[in-house]
């Protein structure tokens, strides 16, 4: 039996890339609504039509911008002024900065992949928890990443490695292999990932009992974020699509299947407070969901999500910032 038929969701990073192809296969299992987050508003509504027409009953844009507390709060009050019950929030958007060469801020002051990728996502899920209450059962589904424990993807030796005092780098100089003067956008964008699942791993010990959260990983995927864009504008997009299926690089339409699982499957009910990841590259090969900080195509877990303390320090110190 589908549970998202006929039900209400949220969905963030939905105008393209992983979350696009994500709602439209979630589209078809016939919703009611999918409220869509965006930034820009013409995005937004090519979404909604799209969706619509793919079998959504509706869709609606809720404005805001994941990189600001406003922006989060602006998605906030849109679902919930709808008056509608909330079955289903998936926290997709992540932003992965390869272009710019220093450490990028936000308008609040927060290191750009602190905020919009790790923060973003507290505020979002715990502004809109009583409503998921309220509606349950519901689901949290939050997209995840394989880059935390992949040294080839990023510098994992480097993750939590400035001190529980400088989560955002801010007295540490962390560069890259590019140069000694440029930021270490990768290891920046893996450290929020880290924390999201940190922050999660205690989160899911209070989180309220209607409530199935779920973290889930794409695997490798041909998406809009991270290296790929750039190196389509030098490479140019054949020879792009070439090296993608050397390295068995997944089209999103495939890699989504695994978030589809955890939204609609029954199964997926008695999966709270797991990691699911049907492999990292290649053929789909379903692995049993596994407690967080695990990652099973690895055989290996992330240490400072096994770490209780840590855990429990960046539980405290995001809370104090909402």
Same mark, same amino acid.
């Given at each position: 039996?589908?549970? =998202? ?5 949220l969905?963030?990073?939905a ?5 696009e192809a ?8 016939k ?7 965006a930034r820009? &508003?013409?995005?937004?509504?090519a979404?909604v039509?799209?969706f619509?027409?793919a079998?959504a ?7 805001g911008d994941l990189s600001?507390?406003a922006? /989060?709060?602006?998605i #906030?009050?849109g679902? @919930? ?5 909330l079955h289903i929030?998936i926290a +997709?958007?992540? &932003?992965?900065?390869?272009r710019?060469?220093? @450490?990028?801020?936000t308008k609040d002051g927060?290191?750009f992949?602190?905020?919009t990728?790790?923060l973003?996502?507290?505020q %979002?899920?715990?502004? %809109?928890? +009583?409503?998921?209450?309220k509606?349950g059962?519901s @689901? ?7 880059g935390?424990i992949?040294?080839?993807? #990023? ?7 400035t001190?529980?005092?400088d989560l955002?780098f801010?007295?540490s100089k962390?560069t890259?292999g590019l140069?000694?003067?440029k930021f270490n ?5 893996g450290?929020?990932?880290?924390l999201?699942l940190m922050?999660?791993?205690k989160y899911i010990?209070?989180s309220p009992?209607k409530?199935?959260i779920?973290v889930?990983d ?6 809009? #974020?991270g290296?790929w864009p750039m190196?389509?504008e030098?490479?140019?997009? =054949?020879? =792009?699509?070439?090296?993608?299926f /050397?390295?068995?690089? @997944? &089209?999103a339409?495939t890699s989504c299947k695994?978030?589809?699982w955890?939204?609609?499957?029954p199964?997926?009910?008695n999966?709270h ?7 990292v590259?290649?053929a789909?090969?379903k692995?049993?969901p596994v407690? %967080?900080g695990w990652f ?17 320090e960046v539980?405290?110190k ?5």
């Open positions: 039996m589908s549970f =998202v038929a006929g039900k209400n969701i969905i963030t990073g105008t393209g890339g992983i979350g994500l709602a439209l296969q979630l589209s078809a299992l919703p009611a609504t999918i409220f869509v987050a820009s &508003a013409d995005k937004g509504k979404a039509e799209a619509k027409a079998g009953a509706d869709a609606v844009v809720v404005m600001s507390k922006g /989060v709060n602006s #906030i009050s679902v @919930r002024e709808s008056g509608k019950p929030l +997709n958007a992540g &932003a992965w900065n390869t710019d060469e220093g @450490r990028v801020t927060l290191e992949h602190f905020q990728n790790f973003s996502c507290v %979002l899920m715990k502004g %809109l928890m +009583n409503l998921l209450e509606s059962p @689901r949290v589904i939050v997209t995840g990443g394989y935390v992949d040294p080839k993807l #990023i510098p994992v030796e480097g993750l939590m490695q001190g529980m005092d955002q801010e007295k962390v890259s140069g000694p003067n956008n990768d290891l920046s964008y450290q929020s990932k880290l999201e922050y999660l791993k010990t209070e009992k409530v199935t779920i889930w794409p695997g490798a995927t041909a998406s809009n #974020i290296a190196l389509k030098k490479m140019g997009t =054949v020879a =792009v699509s070439m090296l993608q /050397v390295l068995g690089v @997944r &089209a339409t695994v978030g589809v955890c939204c609609d499957s199964e997926a009910a999966a407070g797991t990691y699911v990841e049907w492999g590259s290649g789909l090969k692995n049993v407690p %967080l099973p195509s690895y055989f290996k877990y992330a240490p400072a999500a096994m770490d209780d303390d840590k855990v429990n539980y405290k995001a809370n104090a910032m909402l």
